[in-house]
């Protein structure tokens, strides 16, 4: 038996044909036309004319626009129709009128033969709590009577209608299918929204919504009406007075839009941007000068005619020249030379080559924006530095779109118009002090400017136009590589600069620092020296850094005072020497003591060397052992990767804890260990202390004495393998520092120590370990080997 009614649907479930209805509801009780052209809708027309049925009227999902919508694509509720009269046109449609009975639940939905069949239940529309039913088509329809007072709806045969009706249901339905319209998803609601008491609460939502729009709408409107009458007025008055200058023979200059104009044409720019250019200058041409819009637009079009579209300099790739400037501009970071040098004869040889970006990574202070100076003085291509440091909003790089108050292009393209040239050497500092938040990634805008596949066609929000950046050189500048993104570490060459030594901090400050600074405080060459010892002394007791930017502070204190009192004694032709013995009526106090080897061996304190942002440096580690419950205690504010280190280390002790000779009365399970780290206020983190916090324990185990004159850096396996580690020169710099004269390494760095300057080298005796044994036999072993190297 097939149902050709409702009414035999209502106790059964029966297979109807489905009539996909793209964004419409149909609602029970209405009755609507409609021209069904999709093959699946016009199948299951045919079907059910042919069967005598009733059909099912199914709202589609999300995309209106589906030609053949799967069985994913429907809602579950749908509306139960019957088909009232049918017209077959002949192109592959069908005009239907329909007559909505009740609503319908899909329980299955089965597609046959390109015709779409729900297994369908007719719901229970009892009412949960009929009593609310009365007060609640009241308010519908003081409500309905007000939005129909708006104007929103011309006819009041809605309210005629609504004021019969006794049904709370129904008048849901009968006010959405004659109210809401173009709200899909609102109006699927209604319709699977089975309670009438519920149904007709979500229309008093709508309406009470509606009603506040409208009235935002009127305020809105009336503002509106007012701004449009003045702007009308004062275009009248300008009008006026264009004639009336005409009259008096003032108005032969040619205007501003012409001007424009004539700049456009020559503008020797891509044609997306001399078109976009065009169009604003017509949208420019018909607004009034008092506008606010047409300054925005006036603006705009300031910016395209600034940029340099293919104005470039020509740059110049002398490579004897540009290593004389090299050398001349820093002393030292041969390497970093030697790279730079090697990308410029490539792009002497290669007219057009999309090289890689340099990263100049090092502490501060080491010189790498002055680097990035040098390399353009060398080219020959103008400078342009923008500093990342704090940046958060994504819009710096790539701009405000024009929409927004105040709206300008991004920090590049503005780098790009200072700098006159498409060709710039472009120095983005501080590249990993970038952050995120709400206002975007700006690391994740720069993936593009600093792509050679992408860049040439950089689209900046305020500007969208493209504009080539494959011209321009980008070198970037950071401290440290942790807090630079993967993806964007990977689009650039890494080149690290290591902190100086002693010997090159020297140098830099007797050929560049002192001279330097005597000129800029207007003292003659000869009126200030200062010894070699003194230098020295400057370095080890009043700085502490790996560059030498402090070290300039200090010699800028000293000409700044050398200067007072040539002022004061008006006497320009007086001398200042410099030494140890007056150094401290220049610079005060010695601000720092340089950790010196302990004059004597002790138990559980081991030297080990960490590298940090700023340099390399050295530390005290210190465990001790105690009765309690086996607790292994870390302080000294240590990260996780420091604690797992210790807790390996550990791990190993207790595994050859016959081998290393502990106690026989020894029990971990009766004893707590503690390791602490000194300068607790610092934070310390990192896999290469692992050798050295080992080493402390089973010295604090043994009750043997570590070595005082022996510093040591090494990652540690359970197995008690020793496995390489990084910074390895900026950490023996530190030792060489502190006057440490042994120095134990991984086995596999040894390599990396042609990297530490001669001078550094012969004055260290360094061990190569492979496991932790070996640690062992050289940190508690004697030896006659100098205890410290010299200072100087």
């Not at 509306?79 to 049918?86: E, F, K, M």
């Not at 050398?327 to 970093?336: A, F, Q, S, T, V």
């Amino acid at each position: 038996m097939k149902p050709d009614s409702t009414t035999e649907v209502r106790d059964a479930n029966y297979m109807l044909p489905v009539i996909p209805l793209p964004g419409k509801v149909i609602f029970p009780g209405s009755n609507t036309p409609l021209n069904v052209v999709r093959e699946s809708g016009v199948l299951a027309v045919k079907y059910a004319l042919e069967k005598n049925q009733v059909v099912l009227l199914l709202n589609q999902k999300n995309n209106k626009d589906a030609d053949s919508p799967s069985m994913e694509d429907f809602y579950t509720v749908g509306t139960i129709a019957d088909i009232v009269d049918s017209y077959d046109p002949g192109d592959d449609s069908i005009r239907i009128a329909v007559e909505g009975s009740s609503r319908g639940e899909v329980l299955k939905l089965v597609e046959d033969g390109g015709v779409f069949l729900a297994e369908v239940r007719i719901p229970n529309e009892e009412s949960s709590s009929p009593d609310d039913a009365s007060p609640l088509m009241r308010k519908a329809i003081k409500l309905l009577e007000r939005y129909i007072r708006t104007g929103k709806q011309s006819s009041s045969e809605t309210l005629v209608v609504v004021r019969k009706e006794v049904d709370p249901g129904k008048l849901a339905d009968y006010i959405a299918n004659s109210i809401i319209s173009g709200q899909n998803e609102r109006l699927q609601q209604i319709l699977d929204t089975i309670d009438p008491i519920e149904r007709i609460k979500l229309v008093n939502q709508f309406l009470d919504d509606e009603l506040d729009v409208l009235e935002l709408d009127r305020k809105i409107d009336s503002k509106v009406r007012k701004s449009i009458e003045k702007t009308h007025k004062e275009f009248y008055l300008q009008e006026k007075m264009k004639e009336i200058q005409k009259e008096l023979g003032r108005g032969d200059n040619p205007s501003e839009i012409d001007e424009l104009r004539e700049k456009i044409e020559k503008l020797n720019a891509s044609e997306e941007a001399k078109e976009k250019a065009e169009k604003e200058l017509n949208r420019l041409q018909q607004m009034p000068p008092m506008s606010a819009e047409f300054g925005v637009i006036r603006t705009y079009l300031d910016w395209i005619l600034s940029l340099p579209w293919n104005e470039r300099t020509t740059s110049k790739f002398n490579i004897q020249q540009a290593e004389e400037i090299l050398n001349e501009d820093h002393y030292g970071l041969e390497k970093p030379k030697e790279r730079i040098l090697e990308y410029l004869a490539v792009m002497k040889l290669v007219e057009k080559v999309k090289g890689p970006i340099l990263c100049f990574v090092g502490p501060p202070g080491v010189g790498k924006t002055s680097l990035g100076k040098s390399v353009a003085r060398s080219t020959d291509r103008n400078f342009i530095r923008m500093s990342l440091g704090g940046v958060r909003d994504e819009s710096e790089i790539r701009g405000h779109r024009r929409t927004y108050i105040g709206s300008m292009p991004g920090r590049v393209i503005q780098g790009i118009c200072d700098a006159k040239s498409k060709n710039p050497l472009f120095l983005l500092d501080e590249i990993d002090k970038m952050g995120s938040d709400f206002r975007g990634d700006p690391a994740s805008a720069l993936l593009e400017v600093l792509d050679p596949e992408q860049n040439d066609t950089f689209r900046d929000h305020y500007l969208d136009v493209a504009f080539d950046l494959s011209e321009v050189m980008f070198i970037t500048t950071a401290n440290t590589k942790m807090s630079i993104p993967p993806p964007l570490l990977d689009r650039m060459e890494v080149i690290e600069l290591a902190g100086y030594t002693e010997y090159e901090k020297s140098r830099i400050a007797n050929q560049f620092l002192i001279p330097k600074q005597i000129e800029s405080h207007g003292l003659k060459q000869n009126s200030l020296s200062l010894s070699d010892e003194t230098i020295s002394q400057i370095i080890n007791k009043y700085t502490r850094e790996a560059g030498v930017r402090n070290l300039e502070r200090e010699v800028t204190t000293i000409c700044r005072r050398v200067a007072k009192k040539i002022a004061v004694g008006d006497n320009e032709s007086e001398q200042f020497q410099i030494d140890l013995d007056n150094l401290t009526d220049y610079l005060g106090p010695e601000k720092f003591t340089r950790r010196k080897a302990e004059e004597s061996d002790e138990i559980g304190v081991a030297t080990g060397m960490v590298y940090t942002q700023v340099g390399g440096d050295i530390i005290a580690i210190e465990a001790t052992t105690m009765r309690g419950k086996g607790d292994l205690t870390l302080t000294g504010q240590l990260g996780d990767v420091m604690k797992e280190s210790a807790q390996t280390a550990l791990a190993y002790i207790q595994s050859r804890s016959e081998a290393l000779d502990l106690p026989d009365d020894f029990n971990f399970s009766d004893n707590s260990i503690h390791i602490h780290v000194p300068e607790g206020a610092v934070p310390k983190e990192g896999p290469s202390a692992g050798i050295t916090i080992a080493t402390a324990m089973i010295s604090a185990l043994t009750g043997k004495e570590v070595r005082s004159d022996i510093a040591m850096t090494g990652e540690i396996t359970l197995r008690g393998r020793v496995l390489p580690i990084g910074g390895l020169k900026e950490k023996v710099l530190a030792a060489h520092r502190n006057n440490i004269g042994n120095v134990i390494i991984p086995e596999e760095n040894d390599k990396d120590l042609s990297e530490i300057p001669e001078e550094i080298r012969g004055g260290l005796h360094f061990h190569k370990v492979e496991d932790m044994a070996q640690v062992l036999d050289l940190a508690f072993k004697k030896s006659n080997a100098p205890r410290q190297v010299s200072s100087n």
